[in-house]
Nanobody, 122 residues
Framework: QVQLVESGGGLVQAGGSLKLSCATS????????MGWFRQAPGKEREFVAG????????KYADFVKGRFTISRDNAKNTGYLQMNSLKPEDTAVYYC???????????????WGQGTQVTVSS
């Protein structure tokens, strides 16, 4: 059974940084694109960032461009989301997801993690 486990969430002040990790049990991880999504209370889950299988293509939501960086280490079957200059409106549960081959901003991913809470105080 495939598992994705997020870590690195927590409480941080506005302007601070956090780095989220997504450890996967996918044996052919290098065949999968990864995405990060977030969901705030009362809101729909939204796309944050995505990366293709090799790391050569990345996509970002406009609201995180220049602040967040997505990356991956295929040798460790792990993806990352570096979040800088955090704002209170970034507060949400952050989810990682994986899908075969191509990256997409849609929620059409095959596997999802359980999420990690990120809270940004003002």
């Amino acid at each position: 059974q495939v598992q994705l486990v997020e870590s690195g969430g927590g409480l941080v002040q506005a302007g601070g940084s956090l780095k989220l990790s997504c450890a996967t049990s996918i044996r052919t991880f290098s065949n999968y694109a990864m995405g990060w999504f977030r969901q705030a209370p009362g809101k729909e889950r939204e796309f944050v960032a995505g990366i293709n299988w090799s790391g050569s293509i990345t996509k970002y939501a406009d609201f995180v461009k220049g602040r967040f960086t997505i990356s991956r280490d295929n040798a460790k079957n792990t993806g990352y989301l570096q979040m800088n200059s955090l704002k209170p409106e970034d507060t949400a549960v952050y989810y990682c997801a994986a899908r075969r081959l191509t990256v997409t901003i849609q929620r059409d991913y095959d596997y999802w993690g359980q999420g990690t809470q990120v809270t940004v105080s003002s």
